[in-house]
């Protein structure tokens, strides 16, 4: 063999270092790629505008609010029970509700109803809002967050796959669908 055919072992080196290089960018840029086309690849897009049900209408007694839970139309796999979402259903007469989102306008603490007083209250940092969802008093500077809501077939169902932030869009936050036929 001649010398320039022969591979010495600095070039060997060198060609080991590069192909190892390369596969550890492969690695690295696999779940970087997916994570970038996830919204395509899974076909989730509209989950954000998926309404889900909370329960028949007769589950929520006129003039009571009542705890409901929702899953999460929006969710992985590795959610587990995280997906399961909670809100407050008030049942205001005939077909009229509100059905607000459990955390607190302040910092996101999910608030209580309490029916002697007529008042929700967040136990972290004093936050009171009106059974309507209106601020009453504390730190948090509005009211609670309302998700749209309509009656279909006797059930109530909400849009519920975004979930409500206090850096929301206030038009996105304040939207009441009235209740259809």
């Not at 970087?32 to 007694?61: D, M």
């Not at 005939?94 to 603490?109: D, K, P, R, S, W």
Request: aromatic content about 10%.
């Amino acid at each position: 063999m001649s010398n320039e055919t022969m591979l010495t072992r600095r070039g060997l080196l060198m060609k080991l270092a590069i192909l190892f290089n390369g596969l550890v960018g492969i690695a690295l840029a696999v779940p970087i790629v997916q994570f970038l086309l996830s919204s395509i690849t899974r076909g989730r897009a509209n989950a954000y505008l998926a309404w889900v049900p909370l329960g028949a209408v007769s589950e929520f007694p006129e003039g009571e609010t009542r705890l409901a839970t929702f899953r999460n139309p929006y969710v992985t796999p590795t959610d587990g029970k995280t997906a399961d979402t909670a809100c407050w259903v008030r049942h205001i007469e005939g077909e009229q509700f509100q059905v607000f989102a459990i955390n607190c306008m302040h910092l996101g603490c999910p608030v209580r109803w309490f029916p002697q007083s007529g008042l929700f209250m967040c136990p972290c940092h004093g936050g009171v809002y009106y059974r309507d969802g209106s601020r009453a008093s504390g730190p948090p500077e509005r009211g609670l967050v309302e998700y749209p809501w309509k009656v279909e077939k006797g059930q109530i169902i909400i849009q519920a796959g975004e979930l409500p932030t206090p850096g929301a869009p206030t038009a996105a936050l304040d939207r009441r669908t009235p209740p259809c036929a």
